[in-house]
């Protein structure tokens, strides 16, 4: 996706930060991977924030937030 144009806009904004949207909860780590949140590269003019949230008790995914 990224060859035709799509930008990963939480790495546009945090481009040195280690962060992670998945984690395993068995082995209580926040290492695991992270997704992308891309769009295209005409949107990225447009964003504001792009942020990942604290963890929910349920759930070893966190939720990531854009504002354009």
């Given at each position: 996706m990224?060859?035709?144009?799509?930008?990963?806009?939480?790495?546009?904004?945090?481009?040195?930060?280690?962060?992670?949207?998945?984690?395993?909860?068995?082995?209580?780590?926040?290492?695991?991977?992270r997704?992308?949140?891309?769009?295209?590269?005409?949107?990225?003019?447009?964003?504001?924030?792009?942020?990942?949230?604290?963890?929910?008790?349920?759930?070893?995914?966190?939720?990531?937030?854009?504002e354009?």
């Amino acid at each position: 996706m990224v060859e035709e144009g799509f930008v990963d806009v939480w790495r546009e904004r945090h481009p040195t930060e280690r962060a992670y949207t998945w984690f395993n909860r068995a082995l209580a780590a926040r290492r695991g991977t992270r997704g992308q949140v891309l769009v295209c590269s005409d949107l990225v003019r447009r964003l504001r924030t792009a942020d990942i949230l604290d963890p929910l008790p349920w759930s070893g995914h966190l939720p990531v937030v854009i504002e354009l």
